[in-house]
């Protein structure tokens, strides 16, 4: 049993030297030369000064390098923090500063996008572009060929180092980076081994990003079968027949994203049983799949096991829920299922019991699948992950969701909504308070109130309503400009309402109920 993700790498190398080991964008690359070129890249950023626990930064599109990436970084004993590609200059140098990053591993074009502020903070770049690039600052990937790639650098760890950090959205307007340990990860890929019994035949997708937690599967259970993974890129993403095709002509065998995307493909890539004939299992998490298109999932692809899969980033997936077929029919709502092994999830109602069979409360997860708690963020971390107070004898932490739950007769919990003001949309976790501080962030703001309306494809669409220092100075246009140089696109409103004045309740606060209300009764365009 591993207790290192790169061991994973390790035993597949060993055991199934030429079987392709990773395909992107049109390259593959065999177990044996994803061991070998993690070595030479682990060894390379060892010579650049990354130490135990450094942070290096991996900010390019995703491709075969991304995987070599993220394994040479654990090799060099260091904390890989993926960056969303298509975030704006001024989130990823927050999450540059924010977590220390001094070697980023990115390209000519994705280096020309940051600041020079931001380059400052940062030794060295290592380039994936094949070819020199002109950046005397930056080392070229063909310099790997002059590193040992029959062994990796000699670092002690143990499975309680950090492994990677993935940042997610913040209340305060600013990402917070998610502490994700070798043993946390583990945890997860050793549950879906054995849950989902993945082999050495099974050819995984890889629709997430890999700033998304859902890709640890994608990635990490794909090297511990021996198995193949196949990225998906965001441009065929976009297009459902094309997608369709994908998974077709490389007979995919296990499927994991967000429910949007599936839901996609059955509006729009006419899905026959012949075009998902492959699949074996199906695997969905992030947001509620709505139950009708569930339905016709399970009519189009009447062989696969349909899995729903609920966890916050902090614990990965934490409780899941095998879609019983016989019952669909008669199902209301889709349960967010029984905690994996390894696991205990328990709900705590508002007075501090855990809650019986049909009462409502918080859920509460504990085990060696959470979280440390956030990077460089103490006070949050001390909220979150809380003291678990059951346990009388010895201290134990646990994490606290955020999600208020029901614990159904049948044993499984269902969920019920969100004790904060954190939505998901399209599969990503969404903290609206980030978007108003951006809105307000501009000097022409008076206030400004984000709301989630709940959508059947992409789980909520997002609108906000604004007031202005000085009634039409600006318009939507202006603002959304203004907010995709601080939030990643899915995070922009898809509509900005301005108004002379937002209502207040009795005690002054912004009406958010009323101003949710009238929001729903108006058309998204």
């Not at 060894?43 to 990436?69: T, Y």
């Not at 939505?423 to 969404?430: E, P």
Request: overall charge negative.
């Amino acid at each position: 049993m591993a207790y290192l993700l790169q061991q994973l790498l390790s035993k597949s190398a060993k055991k199934y030297p030429g079987k392709e080991a990773v395909w992107g964008r049109g390259r593959s690359i065999t177990y044996r030369e994803l061991d070998e070129r993690s070595n030479q890249l682990a060894h390379l950023l060892r010579k650049q000064g990354v130490s135990k626990g450094d942070r290096v930064g991996l900010f390019f599109p995703k491709c075969v390098e991304s995987v070599i990436s993220m394994l040479a970084v654990l090799k060099a004993g260091g904390v890989y923090v993926p960056v969303d590609p298509q975030a704006p200059a001024d989130r990823v140098g927050y999450i540059i500063g924010n977590c220390g990053i001094r070697v980023l591993i990115t390209d000519h074009e994705m280096r020309q996008l940051l600041s020079p502020k931001t380059l400052a903070i940062v030794d060295c770049c290592v380039s994936t572009d094949q070819a020199e690039n002109g950046h005397s600052s930056m080392i070229p990937w063909s310099q790997l060929a002059e590193f040992p790639a029959d062994h990796a650098p000699n670092v002690p760890s143990i499975e309680t180092d950090l492994a990677y950090i993935l940042y997610t959205s913040g209340s305060t307007g600013k990402p917070k980076g998610v502490m994700v340990t070798h043993r946390n990860a583990l945890t997860f890929v050793e549950w879906c081994a054995e849950e989902f019994q993945v082999h050495s035949q099974d050819r995984l997708s890889n629709h997430a990003p890999l700033h998304f937690d859902l890709s640890v599967f994608d990635v990490y259970n794909a090297l511990e079968a021996g198995a193949t993974v196949y990225l998906i890129t965001e441009e065929l993403s976009l297009f459902p027949t094309s997608l369709a095709a994908f998974i077709q002509e490389k007979e995919i065998t296990i499927w994991y994203s967000v429910p949007s995307a599936l839901t996609l493909l059955l509006l729009h890539a006419r899905l026959t049983p012949e075009k998902l004939g492959s699949i074996r299992t199906i695997l969905f998490a992030g947001e509620v799949l709505p139950m009708k298109y569930l339905r016709q999932l399970a009519e189009i692809a009447p062989k696969a096991d349909l899995y729903n899969l609920y966890g916050p980033t902090e614990t990965n997936v934490c409780t899941y829920y095998k879609v019983e077929r016989e019952r669909l029919a008669g199902m209301e709502k889709l349960p967010i299922g029984i905690a994996c092994a390894n696991t205990e999830a328990f709900a705590v109602t508002d007075d501090g019991r855990i809650a019986g069979v049909g009462e409502s409360g918080e859920l509460h997860v504990r085990g060696p699948a959470v979280t440390y708690g956030y990077w460089a963020d103490v006070e949050k971390t001390r909220k979150m992950v809380v003291p678990n107070h059951f346990q009388e004898n010895f201290e134990e932490k646990m994490y606290r969701t955020g999600d208020l739950v029901t614990l159904n007769e049948d044993g499984n919990f269902y969920f019920q909504g969100r004790r904060d003001s954190m939505i998901k949309s399209r599969g990503y976790r969404i903290e609206l308070g980030e978007i108003e501080s951006a809105l307000l962030s501009h000097p022409g703001v008076k206030e400004a109130a984000v709301l989630a309306i709940p959508d059947e494809v992409v789980g909520n669409r997002i609108r906000a309503v604004v007031s202005l220092n000085v009634p039409d100075s600006l318009k939507p246009l202006d603002l959304q400009q203004h907010c995709s140089a601080k939030v990643p696109k899915y995070m922009l409103p898809e509509l900005i309402e301005l108004c002379e004045e937002l209502p207040k309740t009795s005690t002054g606060k912004i009406d958010r109920d009323r101003l949710k209300e009238a929001a729903a009764a108006l058309p998204m365009a």
